[in-house]
């Protein structure tokens, strides 16, 4: 089974992606970890993507497929895999199917995580980071038990500067043209299904793996 989660920043996708991964056991890959990895063992494509963060330039889209186009030729990813934050982009869609179609592998479904952009301003600019271990926290809706302390590991949280709300609203406005790229993309190739992700987490999950069992189980 090999998922991908679109969405916007903040409609839930990574939350959902990793509740799947549990279910099914197979891999929950976000480039975010990919590159975080990377960064931290100073393997080529880190020092390479580093450069990038650090001026505050996208990672090219040619280093990007690359990691991921060697991520899923791991063994864990044999039964399947859930993309969460890839791709990004047209350009990245079309990438993707180029490698899959090289590794004898194809998409079973799109995941479309639909929040309105009220309730993305609202979830994003309440968010709560861990800098240590990178644990997400809600002021509102999933607090620590103990303020600005993770529960995983004791780090301290804090707000990403691009969670703030005038960054928020530019991150939105950028991320929705390409998203509805994406989604008219995949819709062409009927694969594509939205979920209302304004309701409780756990109802959500519940959509989705109907939609799974129904569409490819």
Do not use: W
């Not at 063994?75 to 047209?90: A, V, W």
């Not at 004791?154 to 703030?164: A, F, S, T, W, Y």
């Amino acid at each position: 089974m090999n998922l991908v989660f679109l969405g916007l920043p903040g409609a839930g996708k990574g939350t959902q992606a990793k509740i799947l991964a549990d279910k099914y056991d197979i891999p929950h890959i976000s480039t975010g970890d990919i590159f975080r990895n990377a960064i931290k063992n100073e393997t080529p494509l880190g020092v390479e993507a580093k450069k990038y963060i650090d001026s505050g330039e996208l990672v090219p889209d040619e280093v990007t497929n690359g990691i991921v186009k060697e991520r899923l030729q791991d063994k864990d990813c044999n039964e399947g895999f859930i993309l969460d934050g890839y791709p990004r982009t047209l350009d990245q869609a079309e990438a993707l199917d180029r490698n899959l179609d090289e590794l004898s592998k194809t998409l079973d479904l799109v995941i479309y995580t639909r929040v309105r952009e009220g309730e993305l301003i609202k979830r994003l600019t309440g968010r709560r980071i861990c800098e240590n271990c990178g644990a997400t926290y809600h002021v509102d809706f999933n607090p620590p038990e103990e303020e600005s302390v993770c529960d995983e590991c004791g780090g301290k949280l804090i707000q990403r500067d691009d969670d703030k709300e005038e960054t928020v609203k530019n991150r939105i406005n950028v991320n929705k043209n390409n998203t509805d790229k994406l989604i008219n993309y995949y819709n062409n190739k009927n694969i594509l299904v939205e979920i209302d992700a304004e309701k409780d987490i756990d109802k959500v999950s519940n959509d989705i793996i109907d939609v799974i069992e129904e569409k490819i189980r």
